[in-house]
């Protein structure tokens, strides 16, 4: 994908790519009603083939993927500062989404661990992770560092799950105040935030 995409509430997502994008045309897939909701689930989701953009929709494999998720988190983090530290209440709670419809689950604001990823893979749950660039906009006002110094950050982030199958996309910009994108111009805002997801798609 060679774009950036706006995803819920404004959030700027760079999707994950596939390892290989399929070149026939794909069936287009039944539509989500209230009465096959919880008991449809994709094959492909199950096997979690790498999304790809068509369009203006996500396909997974040949069909189409329709986002069913939900935020988790944040929790009150443990004396290391993590907040999914119980892998036995990640696992019922991944069991319970997945037992009701939920094919993907949204982390904000901070890093994952390997093994949450892990975990939505063996439920069959995509994951949207929170880069929060959003919040590294007062730096670029006060220069206390450098947009190299963020694209550092940022890149680390990456890094810790890149190339994981459970790996939905990066939400990179979300719910930028309005206050902060007239003070620094929507042009500045917008090469930030292209910058930086140049970053992510060089690193996943």
């Known amino acids: 994908m060679k774009k950036l995409d706006f995803g819920a509430e404004g959030?700027?997502?760079?999707?994950a790519p596939p390892a290989s994008v399929p070149t026939t045309d794909a069936p287009i897939a039944r539509a989500i009603t209230p009465d096959n909701f919880r008991a449809s689930t994709s094959t492909c989701v199950q096997?979690?083939?790498?999304?790809?953009?068509?369009?203006?929709?996500?396909?997974?494999?040949?069909?189409k993927f329709y986002v069913r998720?939900?935020?988790?988190?944040?929790?009150?983090?443990?004396?290391?500062?993590?907040?999914?530290?119980?892998?036995?209440?990640?696992e019922r709670d991944f069991a319970q989404m997945a037992a009701n419809g939920i094919n993907t689950v949204r982390i904000p604001h901070t890093m994952p661990p390997r093994s949450l990823l892990d975990a939505a893979r063996r439920h069959g749950l995509r994951v949207m992770?929170?880069?929060?660039?959003?919040?590294?906009?007062?730096?670029?006002?006060?220069?206390?560092?450098?947009?190299?110094?963020?694209?550092?950050?940022?890149?680390?982030?990456?890094?810790?799950?890149?190339?994981?199958?459970a790996l939905l996309c990066y939400a990179l910009g979300n719910?930028?105040?309005?206050?902060?994108?007239?003070?620094?111009?929507?042009?500045?805002?917008?090469r930030y935030l292209k910058r930086l997801y140049r970053v992510i798609k060089e690193e996943d």
Request: glycine content about 10%; aromatic content about 8%.
């Open 11 to 15: 959030a700027i997502v760079a999707i």
């Open 47 to 63: 096997a979690l083939v790498r999304p790809h953009v068509r369009g203006k929709f996500l396909f997974a494999g040949g069909e």
């Open 69 to 90: 998720g939900m935020t988790y988190g944040a929790f009150q983090p443990d004396a290391s500062g993590h907040e999914y530290h119980d892998p036995n209440v990640i």
């Open 129 to 165: 992770v929170g880069l929060s660039a959003e919040q590294y906009l007062g730096f670029l006002i006060d220069r206390k560092k450098s947009v190299a110094d963020i694209e550092a950050l940022v890149r680390a982030k990456v890094r810790e799950c890149a190339g994981h199958p």
């Open 175 to 190: 719910e930028i105040p309005s206050t902060m994108a007239r003070w620094l111009g929507r042009r500045k805002i917008e």
